[in-house]
């Protein structure tokens, strides 16, 4: 869509296709130097995570895992989000510091075992959406993938609706619905791989 109208048309369109699709939907803005795509080719990438617990979360990063990442070239940053510090220490805040490692130790393993090396951590604090989407936008995001869960949220826009509408770089959503055709299937043989053995 190059006009407002169209591009109106064309966001409504993408964002029903990534909330109704059983595979992962990724919505590219055009930029003003015609440059889409370019992120696919050029290596490495910043491929920027959504880091918690929840399942659609999950699902993210082994779609990412399986068919996005290059092992050994691309830099995974995992976002964590919480609120911000109370300014005396609460255990409140204290078990949300240790989930986060938590959820971070279970992130860098899993990406371990697939040979992804380099992994960085970046913390946020403030209301979720907002600030995972500042976080990447002032730290160079190259590709974010951000995992959608299945059903409509009953207040407000969806997290990774939020940020696929708001973001300047490109957005993969990934919806977790059980029988998404990607989670059954046999990973592909990577390219780079093959080429190399």
Not at 15 to 29: G, L, R
Not at 122 to 138: F, I, Q, V
Not at 163 to 189: K, T
Request: aromatic residues 6%; glycine residues 6%; hydrophobic residues 40%.
């Amino acid at each position: 869509g190059f006009g407002p109208i169209r591009r109106a048309l064309l966001g409504s369109v993408s964002s029903a296709t990534a909330q109704i699709s059983d595979c992962p939907v990724m919505m590219v803005k055009r930029p003003k130097d015609n440059s889409a795509g370019a992120f696919l080719k050029v290596l490495p990438r910043r491929v920027f995570l959504h880091a918690d617990t929840a399942e659609h979360s999950m699902a993210a990063l082994r779609w990412a895992e399986r068919y996005l990442l290059e092992p050994d070239i691309d830099e995974v940053v995992l976002v964590t989000v919480g609120r911000p510090p109370s300014g005396k220490f609460s255990q409140d805040d204290e078990w949300e510091r240790v989930q986060q490692e938590h959820v971070i130790t279970t992130y860098k393993q899993s990406l371990a075992r697939k040979g992804f090396a380099k992994v960085t951590r970046l913390n946020a604090a403030g209301p979720p959406a907002e600030t995972l989407l500042r976080a990447a936008s002032d730290n160079s995001c190259d590709l974010f993938v951000a995992g959608l869960a299945p059903g409509r949220p009953v207040f407000g826009e969806a997290l990774a609706m939020h940020v696929a509408h708001n973001a300047p770089f490109p957005v993969v959503v990934v919806r977790s619905c059980g029988r998404c055709r990607w989670e059954q299937a046999a990973p592909p043989p990577r390219p780079c791989a093959a080429a190399a053995g």
